[in-house]
């Protein structure tokens, strides 16, 4: 059917493909942003879960929600699809785009072969990417305009333009820093003998190590997970681990109470008793 439709119906239904796809990268930007608790529609299990490969540490880029730059990539993709109905020489740029997009799916599915479950809107979007980058290939053979120094030099406003729109989040995620210290709570906890048996598939453990930001490092915390780096399965499993993150007081080798589940800072001051730590 790609093969026989005219450049303007595949151009409007990049159009109509993108705000579909803005849409659900928009969900899945609240989905990384939202209470632990609160989790998503489609967590239909520990291998199919948008929430756990949402807001593992493979979500973010550079500090930048991966979600909100799939919603970057659909936004660029009307603009050029606009410019192409009216200019065939953003035609080669499609393509180009196309190809940008394919790479990040790559990305994303090592990342979900390494956290060992998959995403389903994630997929949703990966299959929207695919269908624009096999339309785009069709597209410019059909075309009469190649890639050439001239044609470039006529478009390149447009793609600065667009690359200018893709960075801004990079340089406002990137601005300032963590405005609280923590280092005082986080060696308080660790001299106190709080543990958090943690995994690198657990998207509430890396929304705690991002709440703690650099002061994580004084925190003591054990991978449970065989894949994770310096696992201690074992020791999880004799300290009969269920879920992670698990936060457990010990003293001298004997648990003394244990809390399952997202702890607030104001949380982690009770259940640690340092209740004064900075």
């Given at each position: 059917?790609?093969f026989i ?12 493909l ?14 990384h942003?939202?209470p ?23 979500s ?18 009307i ?17 180009g785009?196309?190809i940008i ?9 090592i ?49 600065v333009g ?9 340089v ?46 004084y925190?003591?915390?054990?991978e ?11 020791l ?43």
């Open positions: 059917m790609l439709m005219k450049k303007e119906s595949v151009l409007r239904l990049f159009i109509v993108s705000v579909v796809g803005i849409l659900i990268s928009l969900y899945l930007v609240q989905n942003y939202a632990p608790s609160q989790g998503s529609f489609c967590d239909l299990g520990e291998t199919l879960s948008c929430s756990l490969v949402n807001t593992s540490v493979f973010e880029l550079f500090r930048v929600p991966v979600a909100l730059l799939g919603a970057l990539w659909f936004v660029s993709l603009i050029l699809s606009l410019k192409a109905r009216s200019d065939e020489k953003f035609v080669p740029v499609i393509l785009w196309s997009g394919v790479c990040s799916i790559i990305y994303f599915v990342a979900e072969i390494i956290l060992q479950a998959v995403c389903p809107l994630c997929t949703a979007v990966h299959v929207l990417v695919l269908f624009v980058f096999v339309a785009s290939i069709i597209m410019y053979r059909k075309s009469k305009v190649r890639i050439t120094v001239k044609n470039i030099k006529k478009v390149m406003p447009w793609i667009i690359g200018i729109l893709n960075i801004i989040p990079f406002l995620f990137n601005m300032g820093g963590q405005t609280e210290n923590y280092d005082g709570l986080a060696q308080c906890m660790t001299q106190k003998g709080v543990v958090m048996y943690g995994s690198f598939r657990c998207g509430v453990c890396a929304k705690t190590r991002a709440m703690f930001g650099d002061s994580f490092q925190v003591k915390e054990i449970c997970h065989p894949q994770g780096k310096n696992p201690q399965t074992e999880c499993l004799s300290k009969k681990i269920e879920g992670t993150p698990t936060w457990i007081l010990e003293e001298n080798g004997v648990d003394i109470k244990r809390a399952v589940g997202f702890l607030s800072i104001e949380e982690l001051r009770a259940f640690s008793g340092c209740t004064n730590a900075s």
